[in-house]
């Protein structure tokens, strides 16, 4: 078997060996049956010689082709490509090919030119006006609501402030005549009057 990086030369007499095999077989004029309708028997011998030719070229191609894959199947084995790089950059090749070609440009341009036409037209203009409107006065009303609970929640602040201070107020007023009564408070109040009775005593015995 030949190399692998070794190219098949097409003016070889050993190219289409592989055709020749399948082309070299005699086949009776008989056997063919009669020329189809409108060709003498001269142009279909032509065709059929014509057709043997492609054949042979044919077979040709497919062994250069089976070369070259071989070799270059070699070459990504050296440079340490993957099968997966390889998928990679055919998927990359493809949407670049994709992205030029003339269907993409052409359905491209006929979006752009859609876009266009459709924020050019009254209703969407209208429709993106109407939204708008509709945004505008959706923040009026949630700044208002907050506003709204913000005040609730100032009264009620000061609502619990103001019974706050009444509570202790009416503490206050209820603890002190029960503290004047304790005995407690009425032996302090016996100790401060013996104190003012001694200072006065006192002061009398030194005039």
Same mark, same amino acid.
């Not at 070889?12 to 592989?18: Q, Y």
């Not at 409108?38 to 044919?58: D, N, S, Y």
């Given at each position: 078997m030949?190399?692998?990086?070794?190219?098949?030369?097409?003016?070889?007499?050993?190219?289409?060996?592989?055709?020749?095999?399948?082309?070299?077989?005699?086949?009776?004029?008989?056997?063919?049956?009669?020329?189809?309708e409108?060709?003498?028997?001269?142009?279909?011998?032509?065709?059929?010689?014509?057709?043997? %030719?492609?054949?042979?070229?044919?077979g040709?191609?497919?062994?250069?082709?089976?070369?070259?894959?071989r070799?270059?199947?070699?070459?990504?084995?050296?440079?340490?490509?993957?099968?997966?790089?390889?998928?990679?950059?055919?998927?990359?090749?493809?949407?670049?090919?994709?992205?030029?070609?003339?269907?993409?440009?052409?359905?491209?341009?006929?979006?752009?030119?859609?876009?266009?036409?459709?924020?050019?037209?009254?209703?969407?203009?209208?429709?993106?006006?109407?939204?708008?409107?509709?945004?505008? %006065?959706?923040?009026?009303?949630?700044?208002?609501?907050?506003?709204?609970?913000?005040?609730?929640?100032?009264?009620?602040?000061?609502?619990?402030?103001?019974?706050?201070?009444?509570?202790?107020?009416?503490?206050?007023?209820?603890?002190?005549?029960a503290?004047?009564?304790?005995?407690?408070?009425?032996?302090f109040?016996?100790?401060?009057?013996?104190?003012?009775?001694?200072?006065?005593?006192?002061?009398?015995?030194?005039?």
């Open positions: 030949e190399s692998a990086n070794q190219d098949i030369n097409l003016n070889s007499p050993n190219k289409g060996l592989l055709a020749d095999a399948m082309t070299d077989v005699p086949v009776d004029n008989a056997a063919r049956g009669a020329a189809p409108g060709l003498t028997l001269a142009e279909e011998e032509e065709l059929r010689a014509e057709l043997a %030719k492609v054949e042979e070229e044919i040709t191609l497919r062994q250069v082709l089976a070369a070259k894959e070799h270059c199947g070699e070459l990504k084995r050296k440079l340490g490509l993957t099968p997966l790089d390889g998928l990679k950059q055919n998927l990359s090749k493809s949407w670049h090919d994709v992205q030029v070609s003339n269907a993409y440009v052409k359905t491209s341009e006929k979006l752009g030119e859609w876009n266009d036409k459709v924020t050019q037209s009254d209703f969407y203009k209208k429709t993106q006006e109407t939204l708008s409107q509709a945004g505008q %006065k959706t923040s009026a009303a949630l700044s208002n609501v907050g506003s709204v609970i913000s005040r609730k929640l100032g009264d009620m602040r000061a609502h619990s402030i103001s019974h706050s201070l009444s509570s202790y107020s009416i503490r206050h007023s209820i603890s002190m005549p503290m004047r009564n304790s005995a407690t408070f009425k032996s109040e016996d100790r401060v009057g013996t104190i003012k009775t001694s200072i006065r005593a006192n002061g009398l015995s030194d005039m």
